[in-house]
């Protein structure tokens, strides 16, 4: 049977002639080797990078490369390329074209509209873990004029408040999400601009398109025709009979509840069990719209609250958010044990009594404990490289650098700021660091830089607080966390007998993460530390 006959007397080979004739407009769409597509149609030329939108410049000069395709289907198309990705990719073929991309083409500009070139800047991802930010505040204002790295605006990640710099010279045209903007999701736009301060004020009432046209729902129905089976709809069981007075429980299987994950982040952040929400979806699963509305039904753990106490309600800052699910996760994932060690701290008190009066006459910070504490801990790692290792599920990561976080308390949270190759510098460079990222942790002002990277971390709560032993949770991916606790007066037994002496003790306790580090190597570590803190000339060798 000849293919034309086939085209004649099959419907669905018959649509494929109209569908390979939509878009005569020459939708054409660019490759790159980075992420996203980058799509352009008609003379309004845009292309769109991550979550950000350029105008699009013509390359002379490229020859495009010309292949054939043979379909079968009464015709071929003639593929066309050029060498350069970034010069479009379109196949011809029938009476229209058809073009080839990575994923789902974007709208550009608006349909309405005729828009001058501009660049729709989106919500970067300025650490590893981050999914959505905050706007803290612009230092830009709308028809400001902008150039390469001048700072935008202020984001709120995960971590810590970093500046976003301007990439491109311009003017800003329109801010979407403005000063206290909350939960913008990566990618997201938040502001506009332009080449020409003249087209400014066309974009006074600018809202920015969705990354893909919406379907119509004939095409949807059509397209599920042809793809998808008819599934009979199950009628309700009982639906004519009166509820009975019961809680029906979410759909199960065994102990899991089904949920998708927006609601499951949702009831997360709101201390909602999901085994107290009915599910509205498939087969009960669990949506989105089911947490929202038991939230509005005030069906939280905090409208528990009983009848007549007093509270205000803190509303929780993004830090604090991945704080908690960071150290909830560690908690319930990582086999913790604990190894504690008492030092005298006598010799190294006074060794710090002697180096502190060198850095001011050389115009250095004082020296304190916690530095040294951080020196010898770096030290011991160097020499159990065991410890300075990260479970990876397949393998242990064994790490050359020794870089250590260093736990700060701030008014805005936990930070963890990271003194890299503190093995290789000498005391008062680490003074210097941990003072200067301690202040920015209080200024809320950290870069990513300065907290990640870490592969051992230590949390003092001694010094600061006069806490003389606790227990911390160890910061994934880490193995281990050293906490340390307060020096205090002891009286010790002397040289002679029947004679006693006074001694300083600091105790160290340190978390380790039982599938990377035995406790036989965990206790080797206490010892070499144990051996630095006591001998700290040592440490100068």
Request: include cysteine; proline fraction near 6%; hydrophobic fraction near 35%.
């Amino acid at each position: 049977m000849s293919a034309a006959h086939l085209l004649r007397h099959s419907r669905k080979l018959r649509s494929l002639h109209n569908a390979l004739d939509c878009e005569r407009s020459g939708l054409v769409r660019y490759f790159s080797t980075a992420s996203g597509s980058f799509p352009t149609k008609g003379n309004g030329a845009e292309k769109r990078i991550g979550g950000a939108r350029f105008p699009q410049r013509k390359q002379p000069g490229k020859e495009l490369e010309t292949s054939k395709l043979s379909l079968g289907l009464n015709g071929s198309y003639t593929c066309r390329r050029s060498p350069n990705n970034f010069i479009p990719n379109t196949i011809t073929g029938l009476n229209g074209s058809l073009s080839c991309g990575q994923i789902a083409s974007a709208r550009s500009f608006s349909s309405s509209a005729d828009l001058p070139p501009h660049q729709e800047i989106g919500m970067p991802s300025l650490s590893p873990t981050m999914t959505e930010g905050n706007i803290a505040r612009w230092l830009k204002k709308e028809g400001d004029k902008v150039s390469p790295g001048e700072v935008l605006c202020e984001v709120e990640t995960d971590k810590a408040t970093v500046e976003m710099e301007c990439m491109e010279e311009g003017y800003l045209a329109k801010i979407i999400h403005g000063d206290g903007s909350k939960e913008i999701k990566v990618g997201e736009i938040i502001a506009v601009t332009v080449e020409e301060e003249g087209d400014i004020k066309k974009f006074k009432d600018y809202k920015p398109s969705t990354l893909a046209a919406p379907v119509a729902p004939s095409e949807l129905k059509a397209q599920s025709e042809l793809t998808e089976p008819k599934v009979e709809e199950r009628e309700p069981s009982k639906a004519s009979e009166p509820k009975a007075p019961r809680t029906e429980e979410p759909s199960r299987s065994g102990d899991r509840i089904f949920s998708s994950p927006l609601a499951r982040k949702l009831a997360e952040d709101n201390n909602v069990p999901l085994s107290n929400v009915k599910g509205t979806g498939p087969d009960g699963r669990i949506l989105k719209a089911d947490i929202e509305d038991y939230l509005a039904k005030g069906c939280r753990k905090e409208a528990l609250a009983a009848p007549g106490l007093s509270y205000t309600d803190v509303p929780n800052a993004q830090i604090r958010k991945v704080t908690a699910n960071r150290l909830l996760s560690s908690k319930q994932t990582i086999p913790h044990y604990y190894l504690t060690v008492d030092t005298r701290v006598d010799n190294l008190i006074k060794l710090r009594g002697e180096l502190n009066p060198l850095q001011e006459s050389s115009g250095g910070k004082k020296i304190s404990i916690n530095d040294l504490v951080i020196k010898a801990a770096a030290l011991a790692l160097r020499k159990v490289p065991q410890c300075n290792s990260s479970w990876m599920n397949d393998f242990i990561r064994q790490y050359h650098n020794v870089n250590i976080n260093v736990a700060v308390q701030t008014e805005h949270g936990l930070f963890v700021p990271v003194i890299r190759d503190a093995d290789k510098k000498g005391l008062g460079m680490i003074a210097e660091e941990v003072k200067q990222l301690a202040q920015r942790a209080r200024d809320n002002s950290l870069k990513p830089d300065d907290y990640e990277g870490g592969t051992f971390t230590i949390s003092n709560l001694g010094g600061p607080f006069g806490i003389k032993q606790f227990c911390a949770i160890i910061n994934p991916p880490q193995s281990a966390i050293l906490a340390i606790g307060s020096a205090e007066r002891r009286v010790i037994p002397g040289s002679a007998n029947g004679q006693y002496e006074f001694g300083s003790f600091m105790s160290a306790t340190m978390s380790c993460d039982h599938r990377v580090i035995d406790g036989a190597i965990g206790a080797e570590f206490l010892k070499a530390f144990k051996g630095y803190i006591e001998n700290p000339t040592s440490m100068l060798l």
